[in-house]
Each structure stands twice: as C-alpha cells, then as structure tokens.
C-alpha cells in the first residue's frame, strides 16, 4: 500500500485485539501494512495511546511494513500476551522522535515496550522506562531472520532515555537484549 495517515491528537485507549489463532495479528490499535504512518501530537497535547491489549503481539503499534514515525506520543500501560507491549516490528521502518514517551507496557514473553523481529528502528529522541517483560524489559531483537525476512536493524541513539525497565528473567537484559549479542 502506498497510502499515507496522519495522526495529530486523540486518546486511543482500552481497546482489545485478538490473536494470530483466529487470523487476528496483534496490535491493541495500530496495525501498519505499507505506506507511512505519521502519529503526532505536540508538546502540550500528545497523542495519547494507553491501556490497549493484543492477545498476542504489539499492544499499542503492529509494524509489518511501511514506514512509522512517532514524535510527542505517549504509549503507556499497554499489554501483550507475547512480543512487544508497546510496540511489535515485523518489518518496516520505524523511527522515534522527540515528545516520545513509552512507559508502563507490559509483554509476556519480550519487549516490554518494543520488540523487534525485523525492519529497521531509529530511535532518535524520547523516553523508555518502567516496561516490563520476562526477556528484555525495555526493547528485545530477535536472533535470525525468519520466515525470509531481514535480520532486525535498531539504533538507540545518545539523548534516548531508557532507564528502569525490568526483565523478569535474570541475565536477560533490563533495558536491551538482543539475542544477536547476549544482552
């Protein structure tokens, strides 16, 4: 698809999405499948994404492919019952700018806040804390490619705050793991 949206305020709260046993792939919200995706709000007035769950990956955000931008976005006390409580990359390119709040999210498997199985991710600007999962609680990358997709490319850049993440497996990377190197 070679569509584009734009988001520029709201509230997209308590919404629910089933899971990839009934064909219902992830994504409490958001499930991009080509074309960009623009989302933001401003300083004053984010746009607010909160208390979503997908019964199964990306409680806020499902990226297949196209691209994202985010800027002045809250993603706080989402939920997945698998990867990414925030946000799931299967491709795409995604890229975090500033105003960026992802806090509160929760995944029961990775990525408390995003995880990523392919794709390309800049993280430009913004704040990662207090997610959660059992493995990487603040982002997690998958270790090979799968199903002939690209392996994952994220990049935290210097001014990023991630901080205060929790994984719940020891040794399993608080704020980062990433299986290509351990943590």
């Known amino acids: 698809s070679t569509g584009k949206t734009t988001i520029t305020g709201g509230h997209f709260t308590d919404n629910l999405a089933g899971d990839s046993t009934n064909n219902q792939w992830g994504s409490g919200v958001i499930h991009v499948?080509?074309?960009?995706?623009?989302?933001?709000?401003?300083?004053?007035?984010?746009?607010?994404?909160?208390?979503?769950?997908?019964?199964?990956?990306?409680?806020?955000?499902?990226?297949?492919s196209g691209e994202m931008y985010l800027s002045h976005t809250d993603l706080k006390d989402n939920k997945a019952t698998t990867y990414g409580g925030a946000i799931y990359q299967i491709g795409g390119n995604l890229v975090v700018t500033s105003g960026t709040e992802i806090s509160g999210n929760s995944a029961g498997n990775k990525g408390g806040a995003f995880y990523q199985e392919s794709g390309t991710a800049q993280i430009l600007s913004g704040t990662i804390t207090n997610n959660r999962a059992p493995v990487g609680g603040?982002?997690?990358?998958?270790?090979?490619?799968?199903?002939?997709?690209?392996?994952?490319?994220?990049s935290v850049f210097d001014g990023v705050k991630l901080y205060e993440n929790v994984s719940t497996v020891s040794n399993t990377g608080n704020d980062v793991y990433s299986a290509y190197e351990g943590t």
């Open 33 to 64: 499948k080509g074309g960009t995706t623009n989302i933001g709000g401003t300083g004053a007035n984010p746009v607010v994404i909160s208390g979503n769950t997908a019964t199964g990956e990306g409680g806020a955000i499902y990226l297949e």
């Open 138 to 154: 603040g982002i997690a990358q998958t270790a090979t490619p799968t199903q002939n997709r690209a392996i994952a490319n994220c």
